[in-house]
C-alpha cells in the first residue's frame, strides 16, 4: 500500500511538473518561442525547464550562455557549433521538404542535424506490388539508420531493426545531444512561498529553496564537500513597487558519502515578516523574485514566483 502510494504520488509530481512547463511554454513570446523550437534537438530537459521558468529579461543572457556552452573553441571569434547548426538546419530544409512541415522538423531532418551528412545514403523506392515499403537506410560507418514511408505519401518516419537497435540509436542520439562535460553542472532549484501565520496586519511566511545536489558544485576539503550561496530576495506588489528585501549566504557542508543518494534535495527555508503595505499586497499579483548564485561554481539563477495575499 506505501509503495502504491508513492507512486500514486511521484505520478502526481511528474504530470504537474509538465502541465506548468506546458503552460509557460504556451505564454512565450514569438522570440523565445522560436529559440525553444529550434534548438529542440540539443537542449536538455534542464536547460529548457530553466529557460521556461527564469523571467524575460533574463532569457536573453540564457541563450548566449546556451550557445556558449557549446562552443568548441571559446577563444576564436566563431561558435562552429552554433554555426554547423545552422547550416545543418538549412540543408535539411532544402533535402526534406514535402511532409506538410518544414525539413528540419522530420525524422530524417533531426538525425541529419544532430549527426551531419550521412556516409552512404540508399534509396529503396515502392516496390511494383506496392506492398514494399519506400525505405532509406543512412550509413554513418557501419551503423544504419532506417527511414519508411509506410504511407506512401512521401513522409518518412525512424524505424528500428530491432530493440538493440533502437537502444543503440537512442545512446547515439543522446551523445549527440550533450553540450558539455559530465562533471559540468547546470545551477536549477525549485522555490515556494508558504504562508504559517495571516493577520489583518501582519503575515509571517517562508521563502522555501530546494536545490538538487545533483545541480550543486562543490569544493573538496578532506573528506567533505563545501561550497556557499549567496541569495538575493525582493518582493514586489502588483504595481512594481518595492515590498521587502533580503540578503543573505549559506553554508553547505556534507561528507562525499552523502551524495550517494543523487536524488535527494538540499532545502533553504527563509522566514519573511510582512507588517506594512499590506493593503497594497493584497490589491493583485504580487513577486517574489530569487537569485541564487553558487560562489564554488560561480553560477547564478534568477527565478519569479508569484504571491497572492
Not at 534537438?41 to 529579461?57: A, G
Not at 541529419?112 to 534509396?123: E, Q, V
Not at 519506400?134 to 530491432?162: C, H, M, Q
Not at 541569495?231 to 558519502?257: C, H, N, P
Request: glycine fraction near 4%; charged fraction near 30%.
Amino acid at each position: 500500500m506505501k509503495n502504491s502510494v508513492v507512486c500514486f504520488l511521484l505520478m502526481c509530481s511528474f504530470l504537474y511538473s509538465s502541465c506548468h512547463l506546458y503552460q509557460l511554454e504556451r505564454k512565450l513570446n514569438p522570440v523565445y518561442a522560436e529559440f525553444l523550437s529550434k534548438v529542440r534537438y540539443i537542449v536538455t530537459k534542464e536547460e529548457r525547464k530553466i529557460f521556461l521558468e527564469l523571467p524575460d529579461q533574463e532569457k536573453k543572457k540564457f541563450i548566449e550562455e546556451f550557445w556558449q556552452r557549446r562552443d568548441p573553441d571559446p577563444f576564436t571569434e566563431e561558435n562552429e557549433f552554433k554555426t554547423e547548426y545552422f547550416n545543418r538546419m538549412e540543408r535539411a530544409d532544402e533535402l526534406f521538404r514535402g511532409e506538410g512541415v518544414e525539413g528540419w522538423q522530420t525524422d530524417r531532418g533531426r538525425i541529419y542535424i544532430l549527426f551531419g551528412p550521412p556516409t552512404d545514403r540508399l534509396i529503396y523506392p515502392l516496390g511494383i506490388d506496392s506492398y514494399e515499403r519506400s525505405r532509406e537506410i543512412w550509413y554513418y560507418s557501419t551503423f544504419p539508420v532506417i527511414f519508411e514511408d509506410n504511407l506512401g505519401n512521401g513522409s518518412y518516419k525512424l524505424a528500428a531493426i530491432n530493440l538493440d537497435h533502437l537502444y543503440q540509436l537512442n545512446l547515439a542520439q543522446a551523445d549527440a545531444k550533450k553540450p558539455f562535460a559530465a562533471e559540468e553542472k547546470l545551477l536549477d532549484f525549485e522555490l515556494r512561498v508558504e504562508i504559517k501565520h495571516e493577520e489583518m496586519h501582519k503575515v509571517e511566511g517562508a521563502i522555501i529553496i530546494e536545490i538538487p545536489y545533483t545541480a550543486i558544485v562543490f569544493k573538496s576539503v578532506d573528506d567533505r564537500l563545501m561550497t556557499t550561496f549567496d541569495v538575493q530576495m525582493e518582493l514586489k506588489d502588483s504595481a512594481d513597487q518595492l515590498i521587502w528585501d533580503y540578503r543573505g549566504s549559506f553554508d553547505l557542508e556534507i561528507k562525499e558519502t552523502e551524495l550517494q543518494d543523487i536524488n535527494k534535495n538540499h532545502t533553504f527555508e527563509i522566514p519573511f515578516v510582512l507588517d506594512q503595505d499590506l493593503e497594497r499586497l493584497r490589491q493583485g499579483k504580487n513577486r517574489f523574485s530569487i537569485l541564487l548564485k553558487n560562489q564554488t561554481g560561480d553560477e547564478e539563477l534568477k527565478k519569479v514566483v508569484e504571491f497572492v495575499l
